[in-house]
């Protein structure tokens, strides 16, 4: 990491992006998540009113993902 100077001849703070260095490969130190079975989860504790608030949410900007949750739902009897 090369350190920039300022005008008065201090160095400047690195970005994140450069404390951080180059991106590691997926499989070095990397979490998988899997969203759709973390979202299903949320659902399933919820209570009922507040998750078909969610559903109708959701609905409005996803509707072919609500309804695949709502089968998944209905499968595992919510």
Aim: charged share 25%; glycine share 6%; net charge positive.
């Amino acid at each position: 990491m090369a350190n920039t100077y300022t005008r008065n001849g201090r160095p400047m703070d690195p970005s994140p992006a450069e404390m951080m260095g180059p991106p590691s490969s997926p499989e070095e130190g990397s979490i998988r998540v899997n969203g759709f079975a973390q979202v299903l989860s949320l659902l399933q504790a919820a209570d009922p009113a507040f998750r078909e608030s969610l559903l109708r949410r959701l609905a409005q900007r996803d509707p072919r993902l609500v309804r695949q949750l709502r089968a998944e739902l209905a499968e595992l009897g919510y």
